[in-house]
Nanobody
Framework: QVQLVETGGGLVQAGDSLRLSCAVS????????LAWFRQAPAEEREIVAA????????YYADSVKGRFTISRDNAKNTLYLQMNSLKPEDTAVYSC?????????????????WGQGTQVTVSS
């Protein structure tokens, strides 16, 4: 069974950086397209960034373009999200997701496997 475990969340100040990691077990990372989603209290889950199986040009939500970078290390079976210049509005639970296939998907309904999420809190 495929399992995803996120680490790296925490409490930071506006302008700081964090790097989230998503360790994948029970499957080979190179088979999957991957994404990071986030959900703030009382809001719907939204796509943050996504990357194809082959690691081509990623997708970023407009709100994070130029600040966040998604990357994958198939040898380590790990997905990353580098978050720079964090803002209070980035506060949310961040979850990684995976599904078999090649091209990028941005809808949460497209993803089969999910991590439990990691809290990111950005203070002003």
């Amino acid at each position: 069974q495929v399992q995803l475990v996120e680490t790296g969340g925490g409490l930071v100040q506006a302008g700081d950086s964090l790097r989230l990691s998503c360790a994948v077990s029970g499957g080979t990372l190179s088979w999957y397209r991957l994404a990071w989603f986030r959900q703030a209290p009382a809001e719907e889950r939204e796509i943050v960034a996504a990357i194809s199986r082959s690691g081509g040009p990623p997708y970023y939500a407009d709100s994070v373009k130029g600040r966040f970078t998604i990357s994958r290390d198939n040898a380590k079976n790990t997905l990353y999200l580098q978050m720079n210049s964090l803002k209070p509005e980035d506060t949310a639970v961040y979850s990684c997701a995976a599904t078999l296939g090649e091209s990028i998907r941005t809808s949460p309904n497209s993803y089969t496997y999910w991590g439990q999420g990691t809290q990111v809190t950005v203070s002003s």
